[in-house]
């Protein structure tokens, strides 16, 4: 899938967010349960992808950083394929997410690394990071 439909597709179920859900914005609900509004609207525009919050599996084991660390990234669109070689194509794996709210403070160069690591290691063909801003999200490409 071009990287253009991906960024549409994206932007799309971002604006459907705040405009069904601005509430959990507007409170500053938890990011997770955020993402989980979030990947509901993205399920219908990636139909023959599976689209996974927090999906943390290399095959039957962990998902790891280049330090070994165990990680969980909040948005994959990818195709589960635990036993294949093949897992670790961009065919496989289209895109990886990361979200953050306004509220919160952490420092987002963690979550540029984790996203780069993401494709040295999986494949992903493209990054984004998902601000949640007061009035409106952003999505930035990495």
Do not use: C
């Not at 253009?4 to 938890?30: G, M």
């Not at 525009?45 to 039957?60: A, I, K, Q």
């Amino acid at each position: 899938m071009e990287k253009q439909i991906v960024i549409q597709k994206l932007n799309q179920a971002l604006n459907e967010l705040y405009k069904r859900d601005f509430v959990l914005i507007e409170n500053k609900t938890e990011e997770e349960t955020i993402i989980a509004q979030l990947i509901a609207y993205l399920r219908p525009l990636f139909d023959s992808w599976n689209v996974d919050p927090e999906y943390n599996r290399d095959g039957r084991e962990t998902k790891r950083d280049s330090a070994g660390n165990q990680i969980f990234p909040d948005i994959l669109i990818h195709h589960r394929t635990p036993d294949r070689e093949e897992r670790y194509s961009p065919e496989n794996n289209l895109a990886t997410a990361e979200v953050k709210g306004y509220w919160n403070t952490e420092d987002r160069s963690k979550d540029t690394r984790k996203l780069l690591d993401m494709r040295k290691h999986y494949g992903y063909q493209y990054l984004f990071r998902i601000e949640l801003g007061k009035d409106a999200g952003k999505l930035i490409e990495v």
